[in-house]
């Protein structure tokens, strides 16, 4: 099955783009991120007026039916203009057009997305139209836009890339998960280059009322919803919802420079497990987050010494935050306190399946700005989390390695590490 290949390439990111809750393009959410904003507020895309919880991390400002053609904008999800715009962003940024290319150059480009809820608030609107009406608003196209396939299939039509075109779904390690897989398909040689990444947005009143049925979502914070995300506090009491989309570039490192490409970083790690426990709860040892960290790390040639940042997956739950710090503190032993970690979610809320690319992004965004951003709204620590969590403002630091952890619904756990180059 792999008799061609001579032996595995190196995979760097050449870029990178994002429509976010605190900023759309990657200048403006390092900027955020560096200064501290929470991109969670009241909901507006639709009423909840009379919903417990009344917060989340909605994209703001952004032109959603600029990336989408008149007949295609009421037969797609949003999460097909989010993937499309920072997929824009990340193929610009890259020096790449495709409109140039050839056809063989494009049937090289692949395309690797992962996202946990794909298009159910577009298949949720469509059952109110159904049953509620108007019947003429549905989209003949419900059932393929509701197929998270069919999401990777808009970005490979919209820019003409004939390579393998997949989605990822594995809850909140999606798009660790689809980053990690196209990259091994450059380094295993079967593709040349790789949009990959992740979006989701998941957000509809029926989606979270389900949410708030689980019991994961806060609801002390309607009033303050800069404040209620709140990952390791002693007062956290849940998840805040997010939504946005981070997209990069990925190609081989020999072909990057023979073209001149601004290489943002290596991936060199990756590192995947199941607690094999239950739905939606960690099993309470941490061991399993803790293994593929350190798979990932061993995957890289590092050791746990020569990690210099960690991105949390830092939810904002009791549970996950607790057993979080603990698989830390397997993965790091007595080193866990002393190397700077922060939660993105912080302040952008919970983007479900995007959270590992976001992630990447934050990590990205340390290296290249020596300003490893803060976890936000840390105002007195639970005392069941006890590492450096860089609380509330950004902190001065060189990082040349870092580790992106993600844990998951069904007990995943995914882990990358890559390396300023």
């Known amino acids: 099955m792999l008799r061609h290949?001579?032996?595995?390439?190196?995979?760097?990111?050449?870029?990178?783009?994002?429509?976010?809750?605190?900023g759309t393009g990657r200048e403006a959410f390092w900027l955020a991120l560096q200064k501290g904003e929470s991109g969670v507020r009241r909901i507006e895309s639709f009423d909840v007026t009379d919903a417990p919880v009344?917060?989340?991390?909605?994209?703001r400002g952004f032109?959603?039916?600029?990336?989408?053609?008149?007949?295609?904008?009421?037969?797609?999800?949003r999460t097909v203009p989010l993937a499309l715009a920072a997929a824009r962003e990340a193929l610009e940024d890259?020096?790449?057009?495709?409109?140039?290319?050839?056809?063989?150059?494009?049937?090289?480009?692949?395309?690797?997305?992962?996202?946990?809820?794909?298009?159910?608030?577009?298949?949720?609107?469509?059952?109110?139209?159904?049953?509620?009406?108007?019947?003429?608003?549905?989209?003949?196209?419900?059932?393929?836009?509701?197929?998270?396939?069919?999401l990777s299939s808009e970005i490979s039509m919209?820019?003409?890339?004939?390579?393998?075109?997949?989605?990822?779904?594995?809850?909140?390690?999606?798009?660790?998960?689809?980053?990690?897989?196209?990259?091994?398909?450059?380094?295993?040689g079967r593709q040349e280059m790789m949009v990959a990444g992740g979006v989701d947005a998941p957000l509809a009143p029926g989606i979270?009322?389900?949410?708030?049925?689980?019991?994961?979502?806060?609801?002390?914070?309607?009033?303050?919803?800069?404040?209620?995300?709140?990952?390791?506090?002693?007062?956290?009491?849940?998840?805040?919802?997010?939504?946005?989309?981070?997209?990069?570039?990925?190609?081989?490192?020999?072909?990057?420079?023979?073209?001149?490409?601004?290489?943002?970083?290596?991936?060199?790690g990756y590192g995947a497990t199941c607690d094999a426990y239950h739905r939606v709860r960690l099993e309470e040892t941490g061991d399993e987050p803790a293994r593929a960290m350190a798979l990932a790390i061993e995957d890289a040639g590092r050791t746990s010494e020569e990690i210099d940042y960690v991105n949390l997956h830092g939810t904002s739950t009791l549970l996950n935050d607790r057993i979080e710090t603990q698989a830390m503190k397997l993965t790091f032993g007595e080193r866990a306190a002393r190397i700077p970690m922060s939660a993105t979610k912080s302040q952008i809320g919970h983007p479900q399946g995007a959270s590992g690319a976001a992630g990447i992004a934050a990590a990205l965004c340390a290296m290249h700005t020596n300003m490893i951003p803060p976890t936000i709204n840390l105002d007195e620590p639970d005392p069941d989390c006890d590492l450096d969590y860089v609380p509330n403002n950004a902190r001065e630091q060189t990082v040349r390695t870092a580790l992106c952890n993600c844990i998951g619904f069904g007990s995943k756990n995914s882990a990358l590490v890559i390396e300023k180059k």
Request: hydrophobic share 40%; proline share 3%; glycine share 10%.
């Open 94 to 150: 890259a020096g790449v057009h495709t409109s140039d290319l050839s056809l063989d150059e494009r049937r090289k480009i692949g395309v690797e997305i992962g996202t946990g809820g794909g298009g159910l608030a577009f298949t949720e609107q469509a059952y109110e139209y159904w049953y509620v009406g108007p019947k003429h608003k549905a989209s003949v196209y419900t059932i393929a836009s509701s197929t998270h396939g069919s």
């Open 158 to 188: 919209v820019f003409g890339l004939r390579g393998l075109s997949h989605i990822v779904s594995t809850g909140c390690t999606s798009s660790t998960d689809a980053i990690a897989y196209a990259a091994e398909h450059i380094a295993l």
């Open 208 to 268: 979270l009322a389900a949410f708030n049925l689980m019991t994961v979502l806060t609801t002390g914070w309607n009033d303050e919803p800069h404040r209620a995300s709140r990952p390791f506090s002693r007062d956290r009491s849940g998840i805040v919802l997010g939504e946005g989309a981070w997209i990069y570039v990925l190609e081989e490192y020999e072909r990057a420079m023979r073209r001149g490409a601004n290489i943002y970083a290596e991936i060199t």
């Open 63 to 77: 032109d959603w039916e600029a990336e989408l053609q008149p007949r295609d904008r009421k037969h797609v999800p």
């Open 5 to 22: 290949v001579k032996g595995t390439r190196r995979v760097v990111i050449t870029g990178m783009g994002c429509v976010t809750p605190i």
């Open 54 to 59: 009344k917060i989340a991390a909605e994209v």
